[in-house]
């Protein structure tokens, strides 16, 4: 009896746990899995599975320093105006570092898979254990607005809106039933349709990013495979939501889904621009560069010039110039791809 009350309780616990927790974000394919680059253009910042924050000098493409962290570099970003550069590791914690310097000026732990709004000079983390999503000031770094998420609810991705003013963020896949008798529209792929079909469902949440405020919340029969292998993006009223295996979404403000065709099979890496318009992939020593308007999607592809030998080559991250004109992919097998906004390859080094 002793036993099976030890065990019912050891279930409840173990539940509860994965309830509250959330992985932190760390490079899923190895090599460098986070780029960023600064506001002026002229500085990149490289780390990922070799737990080094590297330095390059963006007109030389030459690696200019270097910083031994010790921990996995999941992703990295410079705030608005260039001064601090932002580091999150497998550890949870983000580390504010001078850019010029790169001295430590603050860690803030607890806080996972960063996303930044330029213009509104903010961001927005997941918190409390993945129970929370916190918008925090990239000026001074306090907190604006801590958002209590429902109760059970895990994350599978989170977006600010490019002025700071909205957050929206897609839970992980639950049990949903497929109603009777409601078949899936003609204009959805076989990837679309599985997804229609398997019984999962999602809840897409979009929060006033001051208030707290809950502004929707729609139930999807679509659904991905959790925060590090999913990229959300706004446009307009619509919620982008695209992922690892390229069965890419619309939701409009209704929750209406709309199918987002035209990139290629896999999403490993992935990108959007600080203003929402463009958003990338990356797979195998290739990608796709999506421009987006409501009216209007076109896909521009891309693939490295000088392929390796041996074990395949992944874009793993990405970082768009402030210009928009061009995007700096990083691989799993160490190297900095420079590609212009028309696919054309710019330059291929590695970072070491």
């Given at each position: 009896?002793e036993?099976?009350?030890?065990?019912?309780?050891?279930?409840?616990?173990?539940?509860?746990?994965?309830?509250?927790?959330?992985?932190?974000?760390?490079?899923s394919?190895?090599?460098?899995a986070?780029?960023?680059?600064?506001p002026?253009?002229?500085?990149?910042?490289v780390?990922?599975?070799?737990?080094?924050?590297?330095?390059v000098?963006?007109?030389?493409m030459?690696?200019?320093d270097?910083?031994?962290?010790?921990?996995?570099?999941?992703?990295?970003?410079?705030?608005?105006d260039?001064?601090v550069?932002?580091?999150?590791?497998?550890?949870?914690?983000?580390?504010?570092?001078?850019?010029?310097?790169?001295?430590?000026?603050?860690s803030?732990?607890?806080?996972?898979?960063?996303?930044?709004?330029?213009a509104?000079?903010?961001?927005?983390?997941?918190?409390?254990?993945?129970?929370?999503?916190?918008?925090?000031?990239?000026?001074?770094?306090?907190?604006?607005?801590?958002?209590?998420?429902?109760d059970?609810?895990r994350?599978?991705?989170h977006?600010?809106?490019?002025?700071?003013g909205?957050?929206?963020?897609?839970?992980?896949?639950?049990?949903?039933?497929?109603?009777?008798g409601?078949?899936?529209?003609?204009?959805l792929?076989?990837?679309?349709?599985?997804l229609?079909?398997?019984g999962?469902?999602?809840?897409?949440?979009?929060?006033?990013?001051?208030?707290?405020?809950?502004l929707?919340?729609?139930?999807?029969?679509?659904?991905?495979?959790?925060?590090d292998?999913?990229?959300?993006?706004?446009?307009?009223?619509?919620?982008?939501?695209?992922?690892?295996?390229?069965?890419?979404?619309?939701?409009?403000?209704?929750g209406?889904?709309h199918?987002?065709?035209?990139?290629?099979?896999?999403?490993y890496?992935?990108?959007?621009?600080?203003?929402?318009?463009?958003?990338?992939?990356g797979?195998?020593?290739?990608?796709?560069?999506?421009?987006?308007?409501?009216?209007?999607?076109?896909?521009?592809?891309?693939?490295?010039?000088?392929?390796?030998?041996?074990?395949?080559?992944?874009?793993?991250?990405?970082?768009?110039a402030?210009?928009?004109k061009?995007?700096?992919?990083?691989?799993s097998a160490?190297?900095?791809?420079?590609?212009?906004?028309?696919?054309?390859?710019?330059?291929?080094?590695?970072?070491?």
């Amino acid at each position: 009896m002793e036993r099976k009350v030890y065990e019912a309780v050891l279930v409840i616990l173990t539940a509860l746990i994965a309830t509250n927790t959330v992985e932190a974000r760390r490079p899923s394919w190895g090599g460098h899995a986070a780029v960023a680059v600064s506001p002026n253009g002229e500085t990149i910042a490289v780390g990922g599975a070799g737990r080094t924050l590297y330095i390059v000098d963006a007109a030389t493409m030459q690696v200019t320093d270097r910083h031994w962290h010790g921990a996995q570099i999941g992703a990295l970003a410079f705030n608005a105006d260039g001064s601090v550069l932002i580091m999150e590791d497998e550890t949870g914690t983000l580390h504010l570092l001078d850019s010029a310097s790169r001295a430590a000026i603050q860690s803030i732990k607890d806080a996972d898979y960063i996303s930044l709004s330029m213009a509104g000079d903010r961001m927005a983390v997941l918190t409390g254990r993945g129970r929370k999503l916190a918008v925090l000031s990239t000026v001074d770094w306090k907190t604006i607005r801590e958002i209590e998420l429902p109760d059970g609810f895990r994350n599978g991705g989170h977006v600010l809106h490019p002025d700071g003013g909205r957050v929206a963020i897609l839970s992980q896949a639950f049990d949903h039933p497929v109603a009777e008798g409601v078949e899936p529209s003609a204009d959805l792929s076989d990837g679309h349709t599985r997804l229609f079909q398997d019984g999962k469902a999602s809840r897409l949440l979009i929060y006033d990013a001051d208030s707290g405020q809950l502004l929707a919340d729609h139930t999807l029969w679509y659904t991905s495979q959790g925060p590090d292998r999913t990229s959300l993006a706004f446009l307009q009223d619509e919620v982008i939501v695209f992922n690892y295996n390229a069965v890419n979404i619309r939701v409009d403000g209704q929750g209406s889904i709309h199918p987002l065709d035209g990139f290629p099979r896999f999403g490993y890496g992935r990108g959007i621009s600080a203003d929402h318009s463009q958003l990338i992939t990356g797979s195998l020593a290739s990608g796709a560069i999506g421009l987006l308007s409501p009216d209007d999607f076109r896909v521009t592809k891309f693939a490295i010039a000088n392929r390796l030998p041996g074990w395949p080559e992944y874009f793993a991250g990405f970082a768009f110039a402030s210009d928009g004109k061009s995007v700096y992919g990083v691989t799993s097998a160490f190297r900095l791809i420079h590609i212009r906004i028309d696919g054309k390859i710019i330059a291929e080094v590695p970072v070491y």
